[in-house]
Nanobody, 121 residues
């Protein structure tokens, strides 16, 4: 299973970014997908999740500013980040929980590489 995260960058406060996570090797339509983030010196924290049924949940700190959606045809989830603040600066990690393709797979959790989001004041 591979999760390829992209879309991070440097943006000014109040700006926007869109993160993408392309999944391969997993039965995407049956997988829950999400994002976590880790700021320097802090623990990794939950940001948002979208279930296989496209139900979403968000951390309180990002509600109303971030939107998570999925494209099952492209096996990709997108995290739209709006009204960014310096407190959103972190490495953002894509997450998947699902069954890998191929025989004898069982439901597991997977992490992608991080993508850096830096918000300047």
């Amino acid at each position: 299973v591979q999760l390829q995260a992209s879309g991070g960058g440097l943006v000014q406060a109040g700006g926007s970014l869109r993160l993408s996570c392309l999944a391969s090797g997993i039965i995407f339509g049956d997988s829950d997908m999400g994002w976590y983030r880790q700021a320097p010196g802090k623990q990794r924290e939950f940001v948002a999740v979208i279930t296989s049924a496209s139900s979403t949940a968000y951390a309180d700190s990002v509600k109303g500013r971030f939107t998570l959606y999925r494209d099952n045809v492209k096996s990709t989830v997108f995290l739209q980040l709006n009204k960014l603040t310096p407190e959103d600066t972190a490495v953002y990690y894509c997450y998947a929980r699902g069954v890998p393709t191929g025989p004898h797979g069982s439901r597991q959790s997977y992490w992608g590489q991080g993508t850096q989001v830096t918000v300047s004041s």
